[in-house]
């Protein structure tokens, strides 16, 4: 009996961490993986009731495959509340060939094949241990960089599951909270010029800018004219390096990013903070300042639609013209010398 538990255990445990693995590295939707994992243990229990439940060894892994089920469930939440991230590090490498040979052993069967996969499931969890100890001892190094640092925590939504405990204080000026996870360490950073009718998205619903550089990399939905004078040339540049550097969100004026390269951290923040200087002030007339940003910014296409943008608005349209006749892009300045009203440029 004990060998049959042993064995559908750590067939089973293969399972969990595949299906893991699945969505932490490939995207897997989890809902998929916790069904797929759910489903399989369940199916073997099934099965090994229906053709030999009176065998010792068939009880066992009957034992063993039960203990998977209630593991694939209590793991379950972890990756219910995290994103996913995707294949990046030689970390992710090492946990695939670990979870590979795992498996292999286990085909081979015997002494040395059980051998084989019990050592390497050991290793898989000895790296999870120490690089989560990385992460923390990262989270302790930058709080001391940080003035006035203490603890934040904060309420999550499912009262049977503990406070989250940030860290914060002032980076630079700018206050930032930052959390050390298993794999990972997730910065906020405030953003009080953002304004709250702006949401950044990374998909193809949200608004072009004409900056190719920056359109591929993120969208952004709102108040057009908030969006036009948010979005300066440096602001687009800053926001692209960032989302090169770790996933993006932007929650309650807060900037989110979870970032999966420890050296990146620092750099990280230091980019945020500068963002947060670099975001306009809002006051006074938006499409004024529309007018302004246009004369300064370099990407032409930018320049092009904000110009076509304030004559469709109705906004001083021959003072739009007149700006965009002298244009340096030709087509910018035919354009305008085309569309203005008689008696413009006299």
């Not at 399989?40 to 060894?57: H, K, N, Y």
């Not at 302790?140 to 599951?161: M, P």
């Not at 990399?217 to 969006?227: F, Y």
Request: hydrophobic share 50%; charged share 25%; net charge neutral.
């Amino acid at each position: 009996m004990i060998e049959g538990t042993l064995q559908a255990l750590s067939g089973g445990l293969v399972v969990v961490i595949l299906g893991h693995l699945a969505y932490e590295l490939f995207g897997v939707p989890r809902t998929v993986v916790i069904a797929s994992e759910l489903v399989v243990c369940a199916t073997c229990w099934l099965l090994i009731a229906l053709i030999s439940s009176a065998d010792p060894v068939a009880r066992g892994a009957q034992i063993g495959l039960a203990i998977d089920g209630l593991l694939a469930l209590a793991t379950s939440a972890r990756i219910w509340r995290r994103p996913a991230p995707r294949l990046r590090s030689a970390y992710d490498v090492a946990t695939l060939a670990v979870v590979v040979a795992a498996i292999a052993g286990l085909c081979v069967g015997g002494a040395f094949g059980y051998s084989i996969a019990g050592a390497s499931l050991g290793l898989f969890l000895v790296r999870s241990s120490v690089r989560g100890l990385a992460w923390s001892r990262v989270e302790k190094r930058i709080r001391t960089q940080l003035t006035d640092a203490s603890d934040w925590r904060e309420r999550v939504s499912n009262a049977d599951d503990a406070d989250l405990v940030w860290s914060t204080g002032l980076w630079n000026g700018t206050r930032v909270w930052m959390r050390a996870e298993a794999d990972a360490m997730v910065i906020r950073v405030a953003q009080g010029r953002w304004p709250a009718g702006v949401a950044l998205v990374k998909s193809d619903r949200g608004e072009l800018t004409g900056d190719d550089a920056f359109d591929s990399a993120l969208r952004v939905r709102g108040d057009e004219s908030l969006r036009r004078v948010l979005l300066s040339a440096e602001v687009r540049e800053r926001l692209v390096a960032i989302l090169a550097g770790g996933d993006v969100a932007l929650e309650d004026q807060k900037l989110v990013v979870t970032i999966r390269d420890q050296r990146a951290v620092q750099p990280m923040l230091d980019r945020c903070v500068e963002l947060t200087h670099l975001l306009p002030d809002l006051d006074g007339d938006v499409l004024e300042r529309v007018f302004d940003n246009t004369a300064r910014e370099p990407n032409v296409n930018v320049r092009a639609d904000n110009y076509r943008w304030l004559v469709a608005r109705d906004w001083h349209v021959l003072r739009v013209y007149r700006a965009a006749s002298n244009d340096p892009d030709p087509q910018i300045a035919a354009w305008a010398r085309e569309h203005a009203p008689d008696g413009v440029f006299r």
